[in-house]
């Protein structure tokens, strides 16, 4: 049951990713350098985008109620797999509420930026969520592989928020919609790694990233299960104390 629920979390990424870009290339009139994905949930087939949106998140949401069971006790089990839950949260409130047309999509909307209606701040709401979110979770699983001395792992999740921030934030606002895209790619892209490392490395994984999280607890333990460190000021547990 738990590998069903981390492989939800596993598939959520890459199955949003990928939809949205087949309609981006065979919308009509959809333009990826001038529309954001948002739109895609707009017209005559926006209702597939609205449910990709939807499921995304409802299989963030499942994946990470499996992550938290696999993860637990250790770094990170809470927080990490709570912020997922909120990337998912936030991809369903997007697909329930869709963005205010403009910019010439659908066909026959205005050409300039739309005026703001209450489902499109909505769905803006549910982009922040899941964006932030994505990126909060990243910044906590850091912090875990550094606590587990699994310093690619660490690395990787930092290159991944400060690659998001420089894609997203580059000012240059023709490009956004590419931009958002791409940084949206890069987070997923990581809690895919990180739902792949937990399902083919399984329980044996986690019970030695236990192991290390112990060790580092108790500095003074330097040796294995079978073998235990006495102070000097304390009696050997072979021997009675005078």
């Known amino acids: 049951m738990n590998r069903a629920l981390l492989s939800c979390g596993l598939i959520a990424g890459p199955v949003f990713i990928a939809t949205s870009l087949i309609q981006a290339f065979t919308r009509t009139g959809f333009d990826l350098v001038r529309h954001p994905i948002s739109l895609l949930s707009l017209g005559s087939l926006g209702w597939l985008q609205i449910i990709n949106f939807v499921l995304g998140g409802i299989l963030y949401v499942l994946g990470a109620v499996g992550l938290r069971a696999a993860l637990r006790p250790g770094p990170g089990s809470t927080w990490g797999p709570l912020l997922i839950g909120v990337t998912g949260v936030g991809l369903i409130i997007a697909g329930l509420f869709t963005a205010d047309p403009g ?3 659908p066909p026959g909307a205005p050409a300039g930026a739309p005026s703001m209606s209450w489902h499109g701040a909505l769905h803006e709401l549910g982009f ?3 964006f932030g979110g994505a990126i909060a979770a990243c910044g906590v699983f850091a912090r875990r592989y550094a606590a ?3 310093r690619g792992r660490m690395m990787a999740a ?3 928020i400060v690659a998001v921030l420089v894609v997203a934030g580059w000012p240059d606002l023709s490009s956004l919609s590419v931009r958002l895209v791409i940084a949206t790619a890069i987070l997923f892209g990581f809690l895919t790694a990180v739902f792949a490392q937990v399902l083919t490395q399984g329980p044996s994984s ?5 192991s290390a999280v112990q ?3 108790h500095p003074f333990d330097l040796s ?8 000097p000021s304390q009696p050997s547990p072979s021997r009675p104390a005078k």
Do not use: M, W
Not at 206 to 210: G, I
Not at 224 to 231: E, S
């Open 103 to 105: 910019a010439g999509f």
């Open 128 to 130: 922040l969520l899941s």
């Open 148 to 150: 587990l001395r699994r």
């Open 158 to 160: 930092l290159a991944t």
């Open 206 to 210: 986690q019970l030695a990233d236990q």
């Open 215 to 217: 060790r580092s607890h």
């Open 224 to 231: 294995g299960p079978t073998n235990q460190y006495t102070h």
